[in-house]
């Protein structure tokens, strides 16, 4: 009887993660969410495809959770966007543009749109296609 599933097609990812970074956004389709930036909670996990073994500890030879935040800042605060949804997927397209990333899941809320929420938002996962499987 197994017990776990075999995973030897699978690669070791090292998940690097980036949780509730608030932000204040331009973003909504209704005009009351266009007259004033709203509070938006950024969630972000990615994952690396990693080194056999321990390797140098040195940030070379991995992903900068701290350009992944620059990245993030750069987009929300050059940009509108009416659709939660289209900014989650240019945020993690210009993070897949990184081929050392096998995968990225985001989450994003509005903190402030509906009163009895403490958020609403979408979540979505991209595989980087160019990654060797």
């Known amino acids: 009887m197994t017990f776990f ?6 690669p070791s990812l090292r998940r690097i993660f980036i949780r509730d970074l608030v932000l204040l956004a331009r973003i909504g389709v209704y005009s009351f969410e266009q007259e004033k930036d709203q509070r ?21 030879r ?13 987009i929300v605060q050059t940009n509108h966007f009416q659709l939660v949804e289209t900014l989650a997927e240019t945020i993690v397209e210009a993070i897949l543009a990184d081929k050392r990333i096998y995968v990225v899941r985001i ?11 403490k958020g609403v938002g979408v979540e979505i996962e991209r595989w980087n296609d160019e990654v060797i499987h």
Do not use: C, H
């Not at 599933?5 to 699978?10: D, E, K, L």
């Not at 495809?49 to 940030?59: Q, S, Y």
């Open 5 to 10: 599933p075999a995973w030897s097609n699978q």
């Open 40 to 60: 938006l909670q950024i969630n972000i996990s990615v994952g690396v495809i990693e080194e056999k073994g321990i390797g140098i500890d040195d940030l070379t």
């Open 62 to 74: 991995t992903v900068s959770y701290e350009d992944i935040v620059n990245q993030v800042k750069t």
């Open 107 to 117: 989450m994003l809320e509005k903190l402030d749109i509906i009163q009895e929420a």
